[in-house]
């Protein structure tokens, strides 16, 4: 299994406060996203990076921010976290070459926002 | 707008026989297509792919058909076993897309023993 770990597993946190995700990973990949899952809708992207400092955005990118300072960590950020964020988060990773699209998915973050 | 599409949330079939799960694209762009497999409180897992310039691609029990002219592909599961009980999630993406995947809604098999 791919070294990806995810933190926190669980939150709860109240509507107007700021929540950070970290995913971690010990696969030196270049490549890492940030996903959440609803039901009714799959896995759809948040944010993603192809490389230390280098991010942008995917589909669903209103209200989070990411940072990427290291090869090992991508943050998801939500700045003031809203009831419609209330998802299942999961941070994947990819390397660049001929197998650069099969990602490897964390375990995921459940976050409730009341 | 769904690029990518899973038109059947749930599949029910017995411990043994086959088991065909349905994805359709509308993007003419992509050329990638994956399968992922997720169990309840887990990550996805990836389970196989294909490219564009193959209509079948196999992996032990797991089959993939693509029929480009029809946007559509296919997982054929053959046999099923009650371990194959999961979502499965099709994906899509294109050469330059930076790796990024485009996902199905995600069909729930349950394979009865």
């Known amino acids: 299994d791919a070294g990806i770990t995810q933190s926190p597993r669980h939150k709860v946190t109240e509507t107007g406060t700021p929540v950070t995700l970290r995913c971690h990973q010990t696969e030196n990949h270049r490549y890492m996203y940030w996903y959440r899952q609803d039901p009714g809708h799959g896995l759809r992207l948040i944010h993603y990076?192809?490389?230390?400092?280098?991010?942008d955005k995917g589909e669903v990118s209103d209200g989070y921010s990411v940072s990427r300072s290291k090869t090992e960590d991508f943050l998801l950020t939500l700045e003031s976290a809203t009831s419609s964020q209330t998802s299942v988060y999961f941070c994947?990773?990819?390397?660049?070459?001929?197998?650069?699209?099969?990602?490897?998915f964390g375990p995921g973050t459940r976050l409730t926002v009341l | 707008d769904q690029q990518v599409k899973q038109n059947s949330p749930s599949l029910s079939v017995q411990e043994g026989r086959i088991s065909i799960l349905n994805c359709d694209y509308t993007n003419s762009m992509f050329d990638y297509f994956l399968w992922y497999k997720k169990y309840p409180a887990e990550g996805p897992t990836f389970l196989i792919s294909i490219s564009s310039i193959k209509d079948k691609n196999e992996d032990g029990r797991f089959t993939v058909f693509l029929n480009k002219s029809a946007k559509h592909l296919s997982l054929h599961i053959v046999p099923s076993q009650p371990g194959d009980s999961a979502v499965y999630f099709c994906?899509?993406?294109?050469?330059?897309?930076?790796?990024?995947?485009?996902f199905g809604q995600g069909t729930t098999l349950q394979v009865k023993p």
């Open positions: 994947a990773i990819s390397e660049p070459g001929p197998n650069y699209n099969e990602q490897f």
């Open positions: 990076s192809y490389g230390v400092k280098d991010t």
């Open positions: 994906a899509a993406t294109y050469s330059g897309n930076t790796g990024k995947l485009i």
